[in-house]
């Protein structure tokens, strides 16, 4: 998967549940992030990671949380609060500071049942 | 807040005609501008960048130009082929010292009618 996992492939939360979503990556990677993606529409940024032990809110962080207690791993935990998390999520990875761009983990498709 | 405009939102070319997709960026401060190519229920694939001190790349049937100035982007396929059917992701990266932030556009989705 290219150095970057994401699992499950698919996932089934029922309602007023908490589920997370893995993401782990073997490149070394020190910048890290989360998006979601609906149809239609592109990629928003929900979580991003600089270095371990340190994460920011990005653009939809609400009903969301995430940890980075180690540099291959941030999980990402779709809480109850999130009204309408059926959707298509990505985690991605990327040197801090370089010119690649981002690596894509496979993602995870969450449907509510 | 920064934002990265794409259009047109969907395109359909005859096989073998060229393609274009234009972006727009907002943050001044971007200097790094990927473009990605989603297979249906695919993860986004990098497929062509390009920085802020190069106004052209090119890459086979694929090239990205830049007009910093006008905070403009664009991407070029030529020939397309059927495979070349996709979503396409532009983005806009900057680097700055305390934040590395990319924002995505809306993605364009081609179609390449054999």
């Known amino acids: 998967d290219g150095g970057i996992t994401q699992s499950p492939k698919y996932l089934f939360r029922k309602e007023g549940q908490n589920v997370t979503l893995s993401c782990e990556q073997n490149?070394?990677?020190?910048?890290m992030y989360w998006y979601r993606q609906d149809p239609g529409q592109g990629l928003r940024l929900i979580y991003y990671?600089?270095?371990?032990?340190?994460?920011q809110k990005g653009d939809i962080a609400e009903g969301y949380s995430v940890s980075r207690e180690k540099k291959e791993s941030f999980p990402l935990t779709v809480t109850s609060a999130q009204k309408n998390p059926t959707a298509f999520y990505l985690c991605?990875?990327?040197?801090?500071?370089?010119?690649?761009?981002?690596?894509f983990g496979s993602g995870t498709r969450l449907t509510v049942v | 807040g920064e934002n990265v405009e794409q259009h047109p939102s969907t395109l359909s070319v005859q096989e073998g005609d060229s393609a274009v997709i234009k972006c727009t960026y907002s943050?001044?401060?971007?200097?790094?501008f990927p473009w990605y190519k989603q297979e249906l229920g695919k993860r986004p694939q990098l497929i062509i960048d390009i920085r802020s001190n190069v106004g052209e790349k090119k890459d086979q049937r694929i090239a990205v130009t830049l007009n910093k100035t006008a905070k403009h982007f664009s991407l070029h396929i030529t020939e397309t082929q059927p495979e070349d059917s996709a979503v396409y992701f532009c983005a806009a990266r900057s680097f700055v010292a305390s934040y590395d932030k990319v924002i995505f556009g809306p993605g364009t989705s081609l179609s390449v009618i054999p």
């Open positions: 990671s600089q270095i371990v032990n340190d994460f």
């Open positions: 943050d001044s401060a971007s200097n790094y």
């Open positions: 490149l070394n990677h020190d910048a």
């Open positions: 991605a990875s990327a040197p801090l500071a370089g010119s690649d761009g981002y690596t």
